[in-house]
């Protein structure tokens, strides 16, 4: 099984099959419009610009889970984006990641590859991890998706390479970039 095998909704609600980027290294995202993490659209976009001619895709899954920070209709979603940090890669219909209603891809790719922890020299991780400890002692020994701007990069034959928490540095994440490239 890969990303592959999955099929998403476009923001037109039409079927589209993620075997379409066959061949392609993927950043897949779920992201919110309202989020302390909002601000990341700007440096998805830079490495989207800088790596889509060697075969990078951003794949955006809006999802409202986490603070209900992704309101609006996807049309709303989109344009906001758009007009505020000129997104240009695919953007989909929300979804959602976790829970029982969580899409499918996504189980598969928390099967994947699990929580690994906040990155402790970011500022937000103190915050994060109080929140999410007050509302699950054990969150952080549980697979699912913890907050906005988790980000799972997919390799060429469609497999999980690695998960990204939103606290990661775009650094890091850029360097991964590179090694599957």
């Known amino acids: 099984m890969s990303v592959y095998d999955f099929k998403v909704d476009n923001l037109r609600e039409e079927e589209v099959s993620l075997e379409n980027y066959k061949g392609k290294v993927l950043l897949i995202i779920n992201t919110a419009t309202k989020c302390g993490f909002t601000p990341q659209y ?9 790596y889509k001619d060697e075969g990078f895709i951003i794949l955006d899954f809006p999802c409202n889970q986490f603070g209900a920070q992704a309101p609006g209709s996807n049309e709303e979603i ?10 240009t890669f695919p953007m989909f ?6 829970g029982e209603n969580a899409h499918p891809l996504y189980k598969y790719l928390t099967s994947q590859k699990g929580f690994q922890g906040f990155d402790e020299a970011h500022e937000l991780t103190p915050v994060l991890n109080e929140m999410l400890s007050k ?4 969150f952080d020994k549980k697979p699912s998706i913890k907050w906005n701007f988790t980000k799972f990069l ?7 390479s690695e998960r990204f928490e ?9 360097e991964k970039i590179k090694e599957l490239l």
């Open 166 to 174: 939103p606290t990661e540095d775009i650094g890091v994440i850029e």
């Open 154 to 160: 997919i390799d060429r034959n469609g497999n999980v």
């Open 42 to 50: 700007d440096e998805l976009q830079d490495l989207y610009e800088k």
């Open 78 to 87: 989109h344009s906001f984006c758009d007009a505020k940090f000129g997104i």
């Open 93 to 98: 219909s929300k979804i959602e990641v976790n």
């Open 135 to 138: 509302a699950d002692p054990d």
